[in-house]
């Protein structure tokens, strides 16, 4: 027995919508074919964009999306993509697959879909191999609404009103595939380049993010934040400033070997859910150094790449990073996202990677064919926790499981929020693959009147296939009593579960 203490008086902080955000790259089959076909294709579409992938991300609310890369954004020439279609560049993606770029799916197009998306957008700029001048270029291009030879150009293709950018990052893993720097050295380069991310309409400034650590690269957060964090400026919402990135993903037997998606045993299984829980001490000891220059937590940290990396699919390419989607993630993306809720005074931004057809995506496609993955149904429960307020949750009677000592976790993982229109909205996992748990809940004041909840459960391997799309499925789950007051069910294993009670 297990007992959820909830004291939904006491707010701790604010969930930013934007934690549930999501990543989508030029990286196989994500922008073309997942989200883009193009006008001409037989697959319904409006100007382009799927209907169907479209109508599912809206389903699941996504408040934000970032774009074009990764990897892929520090050689990303944006001028390439704009104008008429057949004269754009095409070019190899270097990064992904060595294919050919074409160039259809640009500036414009990515604004057409995040407006039909409702979405806020999260543009990555190129410090790898981009100058000042493009990138200064290109924010002018989305953004001003006057006279100047960038916003006369986006008139000519088209687009007689500026964009709003919500986010935009300055560089992106510039430690690695985006230049090999040093901290000292991008930081430096950081000052420069966002001076000229200007925020021309200034009633909605643009919020720059700073590329921030891989992992527990402690050195590089020090050393960026060092240089570049600079005290509130009348020119500056926070300094140079709004978040400072960090990435991490789940490679269950390493980076080198990182294992298969579907295929694995009990203790990958365990080995794979005490990864994702890491992500947690990364946030706690990136934000100690955080909070020695930024106490007040002004600067968000932005997890804008998260998820679990496994060995690709057999037979397709090595550089599309397409794997399949089983339990075992829907865990992941539970503990995870408990994670960044407990932690919203200082995450502010966190995108699970990729949106579609790439890593720990919430959607596949096949030709004309969509499947949800069990990824998205933890999203869809969980929406409710976007804009909501955290508060106080503790769980008496948690047990600690795993086969290795090495990678041992709680069986039980949960947060709680509380909606504007006063719904307690509770999400809780069970991490083990053996035991159902019999649960309590008991909250400060609230006598439940309306109980609404729902549940992913299934055996460990299970997964969506086109053949079989519904196996793992979100599912109303009514199997509780209310005795004075306090909630009773079990919650089965490998299971994650939603309850909104009001
Ligand atoms: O998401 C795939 C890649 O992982 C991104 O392009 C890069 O930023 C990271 O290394």
Not at 6 to 27: D, Q
Not at 53 to 75: N, S, Y
Not at 197 to 215: D, L, M
Not at 370 to 386: D, S
Request: glycine share 8%; hydrophobic share 35%; net charge negative.
């Amino acid at each position: 027995m297990a007992k959820l203490y909830i004291n939904e008086t006491n707010k701790l902080s604010h969930i930013n919508p934007e934690i549930y955000g999501h990543f989508s790259e030029h990286l196989g089959r994500c922008i073309y074919e997942g989200l883009y076909v193009g006008e001409n294709s037989d697959i319904p579409n409006t100007n382009g964009m799927r209907n169907d992938v479209v109508a599912a991300l809206k389903e699941m609310q996504i408040p934000l999306l970032r774009w074009p890369g990764g990897c892929f954004a520090d050689e990303y020439h944006w001028k390439d993509g704009i104008g008429p279609k057949e004269t754009r560049k095409k070019m190899i993606n270097t990064h992904w697959g060595g294919v050919v770029e074409d160039n259809s799916f640009g500036t414009h197009e990515f604004f057409e879909l995040c407006e039909q998306l409702g979405c806020k957008t999260y543009i990555n700029g190129n410090v790898g191999s981009g100058t000042v001048q493009e990138m200064s270029e290109w924010v002018e291009y989305m953004t001003f609404d006057g006279v100047s030879p960038m916003a006369d150009l986006r008139k000519k293709n088209g687009h007689e009103n500026p964009w709003k950018i919500d986010y935009f990052g300055v560089g992106n893993e510039n430690w690695g595939c985006g230049g090999n720097m040093t901290p000292e050295y991008y930081a430096n380069l950081y000052r420069r380049f966002q001076t000229y991310v200007r925020h021309y309409n200034n009633a909605e400034p643009i919020k720059k993010v700073c590329g921030g650590p891989n992992v527990a690269d402690y050195f590089w957060t020090e050393g960026v934040l060092e240089t570049c964090f600079a005290p509130p400026h009348p020119d500056f919402a926070h300094g140079y400033m709004d978040g400072l990135s960090l990435h991490y993903y789940v490679h269950p037997e390493g980076w080198d070997i990182k294992g298969s998606a579907t295929e694995f045993d009990d203790k990958v299984w365990y080995k794979t859910l005490a990864k994702a829980k890491y992500i947690e001490e990364l946030i706690e000891r990136h934000g100690a150094i955080m909070d020695q220059y930024d106490p007040e937590k002004k600067i968000g940290m932005i997890v804008d790449e998260w998820g679990c990396w496994f060995t690709v699919e057999p037979g397709t390419n090595p550089g599309f990073l397409y794997q399949q989607n089983t339990m075992r993630d829907a865990l992941v993306a539970g503990i995870s996202l408990d994670i960044f809720n407990k932690h919203s005074d200082r995450v502010k931004m966190a995108c699970i990677a990729q949106m579609v057809n790439v890593l720990q995506s919430v959607i596949l496609t096949e030709g004309p064919k969509m499947i949800l993955t069990p990824t998205y149904h933890v999203f869809h429960m969980y929406k409710h926790h976007q804009d909501a307020d955290l508060v106080e949750s503790s769980i008496d009677g948690t047990k600690i499981i795993g086969r290795e000592e090495e990678w041992q976790v709680p069986n039980l993982s949960e947060s709680v929020s509380v909606s504007a229109d006063g719904t307690i909205n509770i999400t809780l996992s069970n991490l083990s693959i053996e035991e159902d748990t019999e649960m309590e809940i008991a909250f400060a004041e609230c006598q439940p009147r309306k109980i609404t909840a729902a549940i992913v459960t299934n055996e460990m391997h299970a997964y969506n296939t086109f053949e079989e799309p519904e196996k793992v499925k979100e599912e109303v789950f009514d199997d509780y009593t209310v005795e004075n007051g306090v909630v009773k069910f079990t919650i089965p294993k490998c299971s994650v579960m939603s309850l909104r009670v009001k």
